[in-house]
């Protein structure tokens, strides 16, 4: 059994008596099926192709011909975020000690923490830790010394504090407030509010930090230490003891 399928398109257009008609037939496709259909044959036959006039071409059908020009845009690269750098920790370790003339009747001196540890410490955030010293018995005076500067063991160095105006010292204690004053410095209770000292560097240089007269057999103060740090500053482990000395009044 055979089966045919027949398209024809078919255009008719009717013009002026000179104008020719024109006639678009398009194929004829055959499809033939024969028994369990072991044959497909396509057949694609274009009959007839008659040109268009050119006045009708003109009068009928306008095409405009464009050039698309397609134009690749370089591709930016995504934008990768630079982290946030990490600022660098610098532990700190200052170690309190204090110095005891165990032959002395009727003298004691102790300090509530044995160290204060600064961590962690970043630039320009100042951390403060504070102690308390205690001195008991008889009339005596409390001197106190570092024994080096506040140092890694490469040697760098977290100098003295010279305090917001750059005024302060051993001897004389000065404002320190400014996030971008660096250091690093006490304060006392016998100081003004937020003003500040430099440690003496040896023992040649300590300094008077509490007083026990005899009219009193117990006195104490509290100790606060401040470091601030530029962005600068080198990475370690920084470290430096005070000692406390009382020495009784003769």
Same mark, same amino acid.
């Given at each position: ?7 024809? &398109? ?25 028994? %369990? ?8 036959? %274009?009959?007839? %192709? ?6 009708? #071409? ?27 750098? +990490? #600022?660098?920790?610098?532990? +700190? ?51 106190? &010394? ?10 760098? %160095?977290?100098? *003295? ?11 004389? *204690? ?5 996030? #971008? ?6 304060? +006392? ?6 003003? &500040? ?27 606060? &230490? ?5 962005? *600068? ?11 406390? #000395?009382? +020495?009784?009044?003769?």
């Amino acid at each position: 059994m055979s089966t045919f399928i027949k398209i024809i &398109y078919k255009r008719n257009v009717s013009f002026s008596q000179n104008e020719r008609r024109s006639q678009i037939r398009i194929g004829v496709v055959r499809f033939q099926e024969n028994g %369990i259909l072991r044959n497909i044959i396509l057949v694609l036959s %274009i009959l007839s %192709i008659l040109v268009f006039p050119s006045r009708i #071409l003109a009068d009928q059908i306008q095409i405009d011909q464009t050039t698309i020009q397609t134009k690749s845009k370089p591709i930016s690269p995504t934008p990768t975020s630079t982290p946030t750098p +990490i #600022l660098k920790s610098h532990p +700190i370790i200052i170690k309190l000690h204090v110095l005891e003339d165990k032959t002395i009747p009727y003298l004691s001196l102790s300090i509530s923490a044995d160290n204060l540890v600064f961590s962690p410490l970043t630039p320009a955030n100042p951390l403060t830790r504070n102690t308390t010293l205690s001195l008991n018995g008889t009339a005596a005076n409390v001197f106190m &010394y570092s024994d080096s500067p506040l140092q890694t063991i490469k040697k760098a %160095i977290i100098p *003295a504090t010279t305090c917001d105006t750059g005024a302060c010292s051993e001897n004389d *204690a000065d404002i320190w407030q400014q996030s #971008l004053t660096y250091g690093f410095g006490y304060h +006392i209770d016998s100081l003004p509010q937020n003003s &500040y000292k430099q440690l003496p560097q040896n023992i040649n240089k300590y300094i008077e930090v509490l007083a026990l007269d005899q009219t009193a057999n117990r006195t104490s103060t509290n100790l606060l &230490y401040k470091i601030n740090i530029p962005t *600068a500053q080198a990475a370690g482990e920084y470290n430096t003891t005070s000692t406390y #000395l009382a +020495i009784p009044e003769l």
